[in-house]
């Protein structure tokens, strides 16, 4: 029952960034479930997002899966919508590289 609430909140957050971000080419999670007690599991998700410049990898860890995937969803949009310096995004050509 859990799996499947997960499974649908991240296909809803993948719908929701595809939208927002059409430059996304694919969305991958891996979950891992760690025993920490008989009762309860500790749950560890690596989400990695493809552009095609750059690859973006999130993780995050927690007793709860869906609790997890809601607390990426926000950290996912704020770094992918975040600009990119000045530095970063001349890719190496720096003032000092032109002018030699």
Not at 5 to 18: D, I, P, T, V
Not at 44 to 70: I, K, Q, W
Not at 82 to 99: D, H, Y
């Amino acid at each position: 029952m859990e799996a499947a609430e997960a499974k649908m909140k991240f296909e809803k957050l993948s719908g929701e960034l595809c939208k927002v971000y059409p430059f996304i080419e694919e969305i991958r999670a891996v979950v891992k479930s760690k025993k920490a007690g008989k009762i309860y599991a500790r749950y560890e998700v690596s989400v990695e997002v493809y552009t095609p410049r750059d690859r973006h990898a999130f993780t995050e860890t927690g007793y709860n899966l869906a609790a997890v995937f809601d607390s990426m969803g926000p950290k996912m949009k704020r770094l992918l919508s975040s600009r990119q310096s000045r530095v970063t995004s001349s890719r190496g050509a720096t003032p000092r590289k032109r002018a030699q």
